[in-house]
């Protein structure tokens, strides 16, 4: 079945250590999202490729940054996780459309930091 | 800027009864409207979309409305049961703009 899927489900980081999380798709979605979300608040939009197109919303904290090698992968680099970075980070893709644009969700990382 | 509210108050209902809950928009106007389903510790699962074109949507034991004059989307289930309890966000989106999650309401079903 065409999916989205994130590695790894559970992530446990040190202060200030540097981690990855990523994201893959088999769809052939021509958009990738990274969202984080904290305990009952809405998903909040980091960065979102359209194609190779980057585009980061304003208040995402420089800490974090993202790469996409190619259609089927994408990554989510937090360069020095704060305790406030614990968080759930939900990797999505959509097709864009102009009066369509569902996003397809991965079951999401839940990153700890110690 | 743009805001989206959903009651973030949980909603409780009793089985079989029909569960209703609003999602109210301002400053801007969306092109259509997305509503979707999160288990917790999972990602949101997409259920229904509505064009601001359209007044009323339906799927199965589902029906979205959509009012742009009030700036304001109904979703109803019907018949509801304990496997409905979940969070559900609204999602805004279309023409310039990416679909922007509320923080979402909790539904639960006593059976």
């Known amino acids: 079945d065409a999916m989205v899927i994130q590695n790894p489900r559970y992530q446990v980081t040190q202060f200030g250590k540097p981690v990855t999380l990523s994201c893959s798709q088999t769809?052939?979605?021509?958009?990738m999202y990274w969202y984080q979300q904290k305990s009952s608040q809405a998903p909040k939009l980091l960065f979102h490729y359209y194609d190779k197109d980057f585009n980061n919303e304003a208040d995402t904290p420089d800490n974090f940054q993202s790469r996409r090698p190619n259609t089927s992968f994408c990554f989510l680099d937090i360069r020095s996780p704060g305790l406030g970075d614990a968080a759930m980070y939900l990797c999505?893709?959509?097709?864009?459309?102009?009066?369509?644009?569902?996003?397809?969700f991965g079951p999401g990382t839940r990153l700890l930091v110690l | 800027s743009q805001k989206i509210e959903q009651n973030s108050e949980a909603l409780n209902i009793q089985e079989g009864k029909t569960a209703t809950l609003t999602c109210n928009y301002t400053n801007y106007s969306p092109a259509y409207l997305q509503w979707y389903r999160q288990d917790p510790g999972r990602g949101p699962v997409f259920l229904l979309l509505i064009r601001e074109n359209e007044k009323e949507k339906r799927k199965e034991r589902l029906k979205v409305t959509f009012d742009t004059t009030l700036k304001q989307s109904l979703f109803h289930i019907t018949a509801s049961q304990p496997a409905d309890s979940a969070t559900y966000l609204c999602a805004p989106g279309g023409g310039s703009y990416i679909p922007t999650f509320g923080r979402g309401t909790s539904l639960i079903v006593h059976p």
């Open positions: 769809l052939n979605h021509n958009v």
């Open positions: 999505a893709t959509s097709r864009r459309q102009l009066l369509q644009e569902t996003q397809y």
